[in-house]
């Protein structure tokens, strides 16, 4: 077995993946704490499964126009809802949906943001699919720890979470502008590709404004 290569690819992974653990954690954080165990490792194991065959055949999918549009608007959606989200919110929508929103959030947010993670961690590979699948479930444990980390943060410091949704939509900005179908738009108008993330990080912010308008509008007395 070539240790360089796993190596490579485990430490590749674990440095792109860093705002993998911040959705994550994001989209657990309001869970009790045994539910939120199982939203992240059945997310998380999930959302492994879904990177390593998307790494298989990255460079095809990745060639798809709108592909990358359609997965950065749905970690735009994603990260407006997080944004501002009450604890008591979130634990009464998992109440009625059991675990599967988190996971669904943690599984589709996970996916999107390893977009761009797979054509790195598939260079290195090098068409040698057993070190691929091994250093990506060797990188799954670290990314579970520092999830954890990141909630304990935010349970601490709840304002940490808006800026961790504003990020996200940021981060979705850059996938969208990475798009087959947009980057030589971008070039050819000379248009910067922050448009897009500051676009995508204001809209997060805005949706958040407008729900937590409308929910001290509701708690007004009459």
Do not use: H
Request: with cysteine; aromatic share 10%; glycine share 8%.
């Amino acid at each position: 077995m070539e240790w360089s290569i796993l190596l490579s690819i485990i430490m590749i992974n674990l440095i792109l993946s860093s705002d993998n653990a911040l959705a994550i954690a994001m989209a657990s954080r309001g869970l009790p704490s045994e539910q939120r165990k199982k939203a992240v490792l059945w997310g998380s194991i999930g959302a492994v499964v879904l990177q390593i065959l998307l790494t298989f055949t990255a460079s095809l999918l990745l060639s798809i126009p709108y592909l990358k549009i359609i997965g950065g608007v749905m970690l735009v959606w994603i990260a407006a809802k997080l944004f501002g989200a009450e604890e008591t919110e979130v634990i009464a929508q998992i109440e009625s949906w059991e675990l599967l929103p988190a996971i669904i959030k943690i599984m589709v947010a996970n996916l999107v943001m390893s977009l761009d993670n797979v054509l790195a961690v598939a260079a290195i590979a090098d068409g040698n699919f057993t070190l691929l699948g091994l250093g990506l479930v060797m990188s799954f444990p670290v990314i579970i720890w520092g999830s954890a980390v990141i909630v304990a943060i935010l349970e601490k410091f709840p304002v940490v979470s808006w800026l961790g949704a504003i990020f996200l939509g940021w981060t979705a900005g850059g996938i969208i502008s990475s798009d087959c179908s947009v980057a030589p738009l971008l070039d050819r108008y000379d248009i910067s590709r922050f448009f897009f993330s500051t676009i995508a990080a204001a809209l997060v912010v805005m949706y958040g404004v407008v729900k937590d308008g409308k929910a001290e509008n509701y708690r007004m007395p009459e």
